[in-house]
């Protein structure tokens, strides 16, 4: 009964259209999957990584935002080696759509971050790097909205970020 009743929620939720008008001030708050074509490692080495990705966005005009974000994947282990990479991002957007479905350019910053541990020691590494990439945010209700974006990232060997999730406009 419950699962219905979250199915059906969800369905209501999904099913609001709203304009979800964007201003100078406003502020968005989100948390999405990210998959990074470099994050991850097997035995034969690099491959597609998992992770989570919460952000922060701040309107400074109704078309320019700044935007902060962390890429945290899941840890890879091989062998007895765990491998944990993140990045920091920060952008800034430029919205060339700014009705109900709302696109974006962006370009900035990024702080690629690894750590590499193994029979009870670690070594770490850091590298920054450019951002560049576009999305779009599809509005759900005046507060909520669905954010899906691509980016590439130039920290460490570079590589393809997408990114799906869920913003809250407040």
Not at 1 to 19: R, S
Not at 26 to 52: C, P, Q
Not at 167 to 170: D, L, M, P
């Given at each position: 009964?419950?699962?219905?009743?979250?199915?059906?929620?969800?369905?209501?939720?999904?099913?609001?259209?709203?304009?979800m008008?964007?201003?100078?001030?406003?502020?968005?708050?989100?948390?999405?999957?990210?998959?990074?074509?470099?994050?991850?490692?097997?035995?034969?080495?690099?491959?597609?990584?998992?992770?989570?990705?919460?952000?922060?966005?701040?309107?400074?005009?109704?078309?320019?935002?700044?935007?902060?974000?962390?890429?945290?994947?899941?840890?890879?282990?091989?062998?007895?080696?765990?491998?944990?990479i993140?990045?920091?991002?920060?952008?800034?957007?430029?919205?060339?759509?700014?009705?109900?479905?709302?696109?974006?350019?962006?370009?900035?910053?990024?702080?690629?971050?690894?750590?590499?541990?193994?029979?009870?020691?670690?070594?770490?590494?850091?590298?920054?790097?450019?951002?560049?990439?576009?999305?779009?945010?599809?509005?759900?209700?005046?507060?909520?909205?669905?954010?899906?974006?691509?980016?590439?990232?130039?920290?460490?060997?570079?590589?393809?970020?997408?990114?799906?999730?869920v913003?809250?406009?407040?």
């Open positions: 009964m419950k699962t219905k009743l979250l199915a059906l929620a969800l369905v209501g939720l999904f099913a609001i259209n709203g304009a008008a964007q201003e100078q001030g406003d502020m968005r708050a989100g948390l999405g999957v990210v998959l990074g074509t470099k994050a991850g490692f097997d035995e034969d080495g690099e491959k597609l990584g998992f992770g989570l990705a919460p952000s922060f966005e701040y309107m400074i005009t109704d078309a320019i935002s700044g935007a902060v974000s962390y890429d945290w994947y899941f840890k890879s282990s091989v062998g007895g080696v765990d491998i944990n993140s990045y920091l991002n920060i952008d800034g957007r430029y919205y060339f759509m700014t009705g109900d479905t709302q696109v974006y350019g962006l370009a900035g910053l990024g702080f690629g971050m690894s750590k590499v541990s193994a029979g009870g020691g670690s070594v770490s590494d850091s590298e920054a790097g450019l951002n560049i990439g576009a999305g779009a945010v599809f509005p759900m209700s005046d507060a909520l909205g669905i954010n899906a974006q691509a980016k590439y990232q130039t920290a460490g060997d570079g590589q393809l970020a997408i990114t799906a999730g913003v809250y406009t407040f």
